[in-house]
């Protein structure tokens, strides 16, 4: 297969299965770690980048994984894995670098100097930030749901602010990162796997991940076998998925 031709995006979003089996052969680790640097460019809420990738080469490791993930082949035969996690417990570190960066393109300037919209920016993870992120064994998070609730009866106003909510905000930005990982080794003409079926406590404990972390999903990578897929794509027809308003 020529590896050497990039798809453009909607080659690669076509292209792109989940594969079951993959070829037992070398993969190009550089190009891997390449497209997990795409993964970082993913939107996120709020830029807050509550992520980390863990790009697994070492086949012992992947050994390990595999018997953690139930032995499945796209586990078993991938010649690399990456493990995408959410660390919603690293707020406080991702606000503060948030705020220095924003200071530093601000010009290091007395606050007096700020604009408004530049105040704004600041205010947003100093205050705005905190409020929705703060918790305390999600006590504060229900008591500023249900002010949320009463507060909307009256304006709009943001909802989802208990603990679980934020997890879920964490979550939904580390699968956009994964897919931004999976469509970049399309392009490539990599193939990938995400994989959601696995004990994530034995994955935590390989991977020596502190337990406020969480497992977003793992990925088999490489390329496809001949039998790597399954069977043909199914979806759902479009017209009963799509609603113009």
């Known amino acids: ?9 909607s080659e690669a979003i076509k292209y792109r299965r989940s594969v079951r089996v993959f070829k037992n052969e070398a993969i190009d680790i550089q190009k891997v770690k390449d497209c997990i640097q795409l993964a970082a460019l993913a ?3 709020s830029n807050m980048q509550l992520w980390e990738f863990y790009h697994v080469v070492s086949p012992d490791c992947i050994e390990q994984i595999a018997k953690a993930s139930f032995d499945q082949n796209a586990a078993k035969t991938a010649q690399q894995l990456v493990i995408v996690v959410t660390r919603k417990d690293l707020w406080r570190k991702r606000v503060k670098s948030n705020i220095e ?5 601000y010009g290091n300037k007395p606050e007096a100097d700020y604009s408004k919209r530049e105040k704004f920016a600041l205010n947003y993870y100093q205050k705005i930030i905190n ?9 504060i998070g229900m008591i500023k749901f249900l002010a949320f609730q009463i507060i909307g009866i009256f304006k709009p106003i943001y909802r989802q602010a208990r603990q679980s909510d934020m997890r879920i905000v964490a979550h939904k930005s580390a699968g956009l990162a994964a897919q931004n990982f999976m ?4 392009a490539i003409n990599y193939d ?9 406590l034995r994955i935590k404990k390989i991977l020596h991940l502190p337990a406020s972390a969480e497992i977003n999903m793992i990925l088999g ?25």
Do not use: H
């Open 1 to 9: 297969m020529d590896l050497s031709t990039e798809k453009s995006v």
């Open 43 to 45: 939107p996120t809420s």
């Open 221 to 245: 990578c490489w390329i496809r076998a001949t039998n790597g897929i399954y069977g043909e794509r199914f979806r759902i027809p479009f017209k009963e998925t799509y609603f113009k308003i």
């Open 192 to 200: 990938t796997c995400p994989m959601e079926g696995f004990d994530s």
């Open 131 to 139: 409020a929705l992120y703060f918790d305390f064994f999600g006590i």
């Open 183 to 186: 469509i970049g080794m399309a």
């Open 101 to 105: 960066y924003l200071k530093v393109q």
